[in-house]
């Protein structure tokens, strides 16, 4: 039985053998015009991966930059190196609020309402918003800097200092309306043993009994 088996398979394999070369030829045929075609995504991978390396190159020297600079107080090559930053995408908040911080502290206002706008345009904060609303009131625009104080005030509702600074600029700008509850909720909040703004919050009340006296 086994001898009949092979002689039946090898005479099966000798008819076929012309149409299994052939197979044979034609897979190795396909194989080679395939090759060329494959290596294309390979090479596009490592070029991506390249591409990858050198913008994270990029940012890491950028950040670097921009924090040395800071760190010597030259806002003009810090700026600089955030703008090249921001060209690629990478565009960041915090290290905006912190130009706009360092300009405010050099009263380079005009500086510091930029970046700390922009801060904010990329992530709203509690920071970001004091910040500018400081700028603001350094710049005359109380009505400005209240809204600043209303939009910290989002972040942190039951923050004593917060309300007293959103009733200084309200009653700059004229608007004791606006103050008045700022000033309820800060004498609500007040701590005890905080002498200071139990200072600030008898001046508020002095100025609101003022302006009621004025504009009855």
């Not at 002689?7 to 149409?19: E, M, P, Q, S």
């Not at 908040?93 to 009263?107: I, K, M, V």
């Not at 209240?146 to 309300?163: G, I, S, T, V």
């Amino acid at each position: 039985a086994v001898n009949v088996h092979h002689f039946v398979l090898d005479g099966a394999i000798w008819k076929l053998r012309g149409r299994l070369a052939e197979m044979l030829l034609r897979g190795a045929q396909d194989e080679a015009d395939t090759a060329p075609r494959a290596s294309w995504p390979r090479r596009g991978v490592w070029a991506a991966c390249g591409l990858a390396l050198v913008a994270a190159f990029w940012v890491d020297a950028n950040e670097e930059i921009s924090r040395r600079a800071l760190e010597r107080a030259d806002l003009s090559a810090a700026d600089a190196a955030e703008s090249r930053l921001a060209w690629i995408g990478h565009d960041r908040a915090d290290a905006r609020r912190s130009l706009g911080r360092a300009a405010l502290q050099r009263g380079e206002l005009v500086a510091a309402r930029a970046q700390l706008e922009r801060s904010l345009l990329l992530e709203p904060s509690l920071a970001g918003h004091a910040l500018l609303a400081r700028a603001q009131q350094r710049s005359g625009n109380a009505r400005a800097a209240a809204a600043q104080w209303e939009a910290a005030l989002a972040f942190a509702p039951n923050h004593a200092k917060l309300h007293r600074r959103a009733a200084e600029s309200w009653l700059a700008a004229g608007a004791a309306d606006a103050a008045r509850p700022h000033v309820e909720r800060a004498s609500e909040l007040a701590a005890p043993r905080d002498r200071v703004g139990a200072r600030e919050l008898a001046v508020l009340r002095a100025e609101l009994r003022r302006a009621n006296l004025e504009h009855p």
